[in-house]
């Protein structure tokens, strides 16, 4: 078992302070949801935790497994096994995706000491797309150019089954998919479930959840992890909103 | 083969195109004309399937040369100046004429040797010409001149190849003129891989029939200096440009390159995409003019030029202009200089690429467009060209170390 764990995070952006304190651990074998409304810190736990450089950690720690995460650059945390699905992954012209995909992968066998076979790698690439329900001719467009928002969730999770990560962020993957792209999405992290393999789902909606049910649910309001409990919380949610979050823990 | 235009002057500061440029870089006066190389007579080279015709010139001699033998039969002409006298002295002619100063009348004026290439009208050649310039001597102008000539509703491509080792100090005035006839179609692919001693000064010109269409890439990678400028006619109705371009400015390189698309006919239209990346304290320079003439309604005509700097000092400037002169026609041009965007490299360093990794295949990738346009025997090689260029390291033992 490996563990993800947060304490007493604070950070700003341009000297706006965002995350007032965040507490939160994540195990292996376990999956969080994170909820929250709008402009509350949600995407900014998951860029700090990936090492985006414009946000400035000003106090707190993260440890993933016992190492501190703060210290590695982005593609040593990458390395390292954490894997972030972005809210809005960003086109990357020219660049197509199987030669991308096929260095990514190459990168992060070498951490394990192992060379990429090109003919294996080709294979699993093809099934994990047709897994993904995704047109084979993906591999050979540029990277998210073009993408309708739902291929670009849909090759956010290609990415994910191929470097398998041990941790994983879905920064609301969930939000502009139908529901055919949505059950194709949650078909993609439930295979990764499993005893080495932890997540925080971000999200504003319950019907992801009822595809993956979470073990945790976390409320972050005002930049800090306010309450956190079971599936109850979700319902809560859809039901009542925020307004007794506000009320119940608002500054 | 030489006329003299009088009147015409060196171009000064105040010289538009040649504002940004400096004349005493290119030693037009101090060096002396190469003159004619004592050369052994051109040898015939073996019949390669893959290209219709090869000429290959060292240090102003034709060294190799062939022509698939049933081109010959149709009355394809590919050879040397001296074979076409005529039609040679008809394009410097006119190549002096468009000259506007002594920086580009003396290529005109002073030709030393070169090649033809003439497609007879209605004939097709498959396979692509090659003309290969390579450059050993140090000290001196060459003059090497390339004209084509394409008769009515005839097809073929030509790739031209000017190439000098690193360490020889030398200039190169070069030119090629086209003719593109009623209905033809012609692809020049000019790749540029001077020695950044080289001094690098062209002036090229192309002028389109009734329907012709003419796609032109070029690749300036190499010279420490480099002018050249290329001037595109669309005199017939129905006539179409295509031009793409692939610059990088590295080290101490200076590049700057002009092209200019007349519009002087119906119905005409032009392409024009040109992309950079400068980096180190180099400089690079892209001038662009489209010019719609009164008489050319329904002109649809697009330039683009976008330049990638890969750090601060490195310097690129884009001029797009448009001169329009009527009505009813269809023109737009842009141009966008910037740095790699930090949001991509991100993305990819989330991915478990090092920054720098990141910063190269996304510099890579803008590029790819035009890779893709160049001839398929060369696309490697370009590939990896470009990758150098834009600083893929050295020591992968591909990028040739220079100075
Ligand atoms: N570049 C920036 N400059 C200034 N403020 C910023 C910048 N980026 C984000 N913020 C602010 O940080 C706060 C937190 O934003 P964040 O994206 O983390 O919210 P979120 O919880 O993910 O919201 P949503 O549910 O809308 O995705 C917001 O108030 C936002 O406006
Ligand atoms: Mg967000």
Redesign the interface.
């Known amino acids: 078992m490996k563990t993800l764990r947060i304490e007493g995070l604070t950070a700003e952006i341009e000297g706006k302070p965002i995350l007032k304190g965040v507490d939160l651990e994540i195990k292996t074998g376990e999956i969080h949801a994170l909820m929250g409304p709008n402009g509350h810190g949600k995407s900014t736990l998951a860029n700090i935790l990936?090492?985006?450089?414009k946000y400035t950690v000003t106090g707190g720690k993260i440890l993933l497994d016992g190492q501190d995460l703060l210290e590695m650059?982005?593609?040593d945390?990458?390395?390292a096994g954490l894997?972030?699905a972005?809210q809005y992954?960003?086109e990357?012209?020219?660049?197509t995706v199987g030669k991308?995909l096929k260095?990514?992968a190459e990168?992060?066998m070498a951490v394990r000491g192992e060379k990429l076979n090109v003919t294996k790698f080709i294979k699993q690439a093809r099934e994990d797309m047709s897994f993904l329900e995704m047109d084979q001719q993906f591999i050979n467009r540029?990277l998210n150019e073009g993408f309708s928002g739902g291929e670009k969730k849909r090759m956010e999770i290609l990415?994910l089954l191929t470097?398998k990560p041990r941790f994983a962020l879905f920064d609301e993957t969930d939000s502009g998919l139908d529901i055919d792209a949505l059950k194709v999405v949650s078909k993609g992290i439930n295979r990764l479930r499993g005893d080495d393999f932890g997540a925080l789902i971000i999200t504003h909606y319950q019907r992801i959840l009822n595809y993956i049910q979470p073990d945790f649910v976390h409320i972050l309001y005002q930049g800090r992890v306010v309450t956190t409990g079971g599936s109850e919380l979700v319902t809560a949610l859809e039901e009542k909103g925020y307004d007794w979050v506000k009320e119940k823990y608002g500054a | 083969m030489t006329a003299v235009k009088p009147d015409l002057t060196w171009p000064g500061r105040t010289n538009e195109e040649w504002r940004r440029s400096s004349l005493e870089k290119f030693a037009l006066e101090s060096r002396s004309a190469a003159g004619p190389s004592q050369g052994k007579p051109a040898k015939k080279l073996d019949h390669d399937p893959a290209f219709s015709g090869r000429l290959s010139f060292v240090d102003g001699v034709l060294a190799g040369a062939d022509l698939a033998p049933e081109l010959v039969a149709q009355g394809f002409l590919f050879g040397s100046l001296t074979d076409a006298p005529a039609l040679v002295k008809d394009h410097l002619a006119r190549g002096l004429t468009l000259a506007d100063t002594l920086a580009s009348s003396g290529h005109y004026s002073r030709v030393e040797f070169g090649a033809v290439l003439v497609v007879p009208a209605r004939a097709t050649a498959e396979a692509p010409f090659l003309i290969e310039i390579t450059e050993n001597r140090s000290g001196v102008v060459t003059t090497p001149h390339i004209a084509v000539s394409l008769g009515e509703a005839s097809q073929a491509a030509l790739v031209v190849r000017h190439r000098s080792p690193e360490g020889k100090a030398f200039t190169v005035d070069s030119a090629t003129s086209v003719d593109v006839g009623a209905g033809a179609v012609f692809r020049l692919s000019e790749l540029q891989t001077h020695g950044r001693a080289a001094a690098v000064l062209d002036h090229s010109f192309a002028t389109l029939g009734r329907d012709a269409q003419f796609f032109h890439w070029c690749a300036p990678i190499g010279g420490g200096v480099v002018k050249t400028r290329f001037d595109f006619t669309l005199a017939g109705e129905g006539s179409s440009v295509r031009t793409h371009g692939l610059y990088f400015g590295v080290d101490d390189q200076h590049k700057d390159m002009r092209i200019s698309l007349t519009h002087a006919s119906p119905q005409a239209s032009s392409y024009a995409l040109y992309k950079g990346a400068v980096r180190d304290r180099a400089r690079t320079v892209f001038q662009g003019l489209i010019e719609v003439k009164p008489e050319a309604s329904k002109t649809d005509a697009y330039l683009s030029n976008k330049n990638l700097i890969l750090n601060d000092g490195a310097r690129a400037d884009s001029l797009p202009q448009l001169k329009i002169d009527t009505n009813d026609v269809k023109c737009s041009h842009g141009s966008t200089t910037g740095k790699v965007?930090?949001?991509?490299v991100?993305?990819?360093?989330?991915?478990?690429?090092?920054?720098e990794?990141a910063r190269l295949?996304?510099a890579?990738?803008?590029?790819?467009?035009l890779i893709d346009e160049a001839p398929s025997f060369l696309r490697d090689e370009v590939e990896t060209l470009v990758a150098c260029a834009l600083g893929a390291d050295a020591h992968l033992g591909v990028c040739q170390e220079s100075e």
């Open positions: 990936m090492g985006h450089p650059d982005v593609p945390r990458s390395k894997f972030l972005f992954p960003v990357i012209p020219g660049v991308f260095r990514a990168i992060h540029y990415q470097l | 965007n930090e949001e991509e991100y993305y990819l360093t989330a991915r478990g690429f090092s920054k990794e295949l996304i890579q990738g803008l590029f790819a467009e």
